[in-house]
């Protein structure tokens, strides 16, 4: 497969990851809008207004989210003078996280290089996330696997394929903290924690890589164990 947009991004091999094909993974995963139901949803009252704000929060939320996965993210942040929209949502949802926030114009264009600062810094996660993802070897399990990246990018796999693409929206907060290449990750198999650690981008020499390596030959251990035990019941029942 090659580096462009394949016709069924179900099928998106681990080893192909590339920003592009996280981005419009994600997309595929993550509504990118709020539904008419949920806004029918809203009564009048105090009621109506709680609502209101939580359905606009989540469709401003989303909309930061669709700018941090965007794999054109490195060019908005030198074109940002005449950047989209979502830039400056992004901007201002930043802003408006720090509890010493003023509503002020110099604030706001004091904050900006620190916001462009924390996008960068997302860039070199995700493709360190990329490069380490590009490395791991096939896993030949029937349940799926999850990999939680820097407690908020989930990537889920089968079979070496990535099936899900989605940011833990109940860790948002944690998307404006200080990023780095050196991430925490955790992989889940059936919600159970089968390991934890730290990787660094460096794919075949990376934790993440070693702890997939480590998945593998658990799985060949228990399938030739399976193996000679099915090999051991007949010659155990034939006495």
């Not at 200080?178 to 990787?199: A, M, V």
Request: hydrophobic content about 40%; charged content about 30%.
């Amino acid at each position: 497969m090659n580096n462009g947009t394949p016709n069924n991004l179900e099928q998106v091999l681990s080893k192909d990851l590339n920003r592009e094909m996280l981005y419009k993974l994600f997309i595929k995963d993550n509504t990118q809008s709020i539904g008419v139901d949920e806004i029918d949803m809203i009564d009048e009252g105090v009621q109506s207004l709680s609502k209101e704000r939580e359905v606009r929060h989540r469709a401003e939320k989303l909309l930061f989210l669709n700018l941090l996965m965007d794999y054109d993210l490195e060019n908005q942040i030198e074109r940002r003078k005449n950047a989209k929209y979502d830039y400056m949502t992004g901007l201002l949802l930043y802003i408006a996280s720090n509890p010493r926030f003023k509503y002020g114009f110099g604030y706001f264009k004091d904050n900006i290089q620190s916001f462009d600062k924390i996008l960068s810094q997302w860039c070199t996660f995700l493709n360190a996330v990329i490069s380490d993802v590009n490395a791991l070897p096939f896993i030949d399990l029937d349940q799926h696997v999850v990999i939680e990246f820097g407690e908020v990018l989930n990537i889920t796999l089968s079979k070496g394929i990535i099936c899900k693409v989605r940011i833990d929206m109940d860790n948002f907060d944690r998307l404006f903290r200080k990023w780095e290449k050196t991430y925490d990750f955790s992989i889940r198999i059936d919600k159970e924690i089968f390991d934890t650690g730290k990787s660094d981008g460096s794919g075949l020499q990376s934790d993440l890589y070693k702890a997939f390596s480590k998945l593998n030959q658990l799985i060949t251990t228990l399938s030739l164990k399976r193996q000679l035990e099915q090999m051991l019941i007949p010659m155990t029942h034939g006495h």
